[in-house]
Structures are given as C-alpha cells and as structure tokens.
C-alpha cells in the first residue's frame, strides 16, 4: 500500500497531488518518456487542454500495456508555455490522476523540441 505524506509542517499542496509518496518494497516501476500533445497523424491540435488530453491518453495507453492504470502513478511532471496554461493542464491532470494522487511538479519552459508544441499557444 502506497503512503501518503502531507507533513504538518509544509504548506498544503496548491492542488491535488501529494508531496510525498512512498511506494511498497517490491512494487513494479514503470518509467516513461515525456509525452507530448500529438496525435497519431502527426497533428498537434490547438489549445493546452486538448494537447494534455493526448499527453494523458498517451499516458494511459501505455499504463494498459503494463497492466498498470492512473492509480498506480506516483510521479507527473509538467511543462507549459506560459502561466496562463496552468489551470487547464491541471484540470485535464485532474481527470486523469486517481487516489492516492502522484506528487506533481508543473514548470514553465521557453519551448518544446519543435516550435509547433509551443507556437499555436502564444
């Protein structure tokens, strides 16, 4: 059983994610690449919220595989263009994210690999 730590003594997490988790002795990591808001036709739709929705389905797909689901991820780190996207990446994150929810960073970067990942959200 994972463990959750929320200690007294640091501040309440912004959202819903935990600070700490400690996953069992003997549970299987599953480790993934970052993934990125394109679809299998090479497209990349306009807007956060429907490129996260890629990312987390990607997510999922590859969870399935393992034979794993949403509950059992304990770590999401992610990257926006600009402050504005917080709130809908955190709200597609949301969707996606089961109990107990996964320590989660979310940082702002000056772009991606390729300028359409960042461009259409200028």
């Given at each position: ?53 890629l990312c987390f ?22 990257f926006v263009t ?41």
């Amino acid at each position: 059983m994972t463990r959750v730590f929320n200690p007294p003594s640091v501040r309440k997490p912004f959202g819903n994610y935990n600070h700490g988790l400690l996953v069992p002795a003997g549970a299987s990591l599953l480790v993934t690449s970052g993934q990125l808001g394109i679809a299998l036709d090479d497209s990349v739709p306009d807007g956060v919220t429907a490129q996260a929705e890629l990312c987390f389905k990607a997510i999922g797909a590859i969870l399935d595989e393992a034979g794993m689901s949403f509950a059992d991820v304990s770590r999401i780190s992610g990257f926006v263009t600009k402050r504005e996207d917080f709130a809908p990446y955190m709200a597609v994150r949301d969707r996606y994210t089961l109990d107990p929810k996964p320590v989660s960073t979310l940082i702002i970067v000056g772009g991606f690999t390729r300028p359409e990942f960042w461009s259409k959200w200028k």
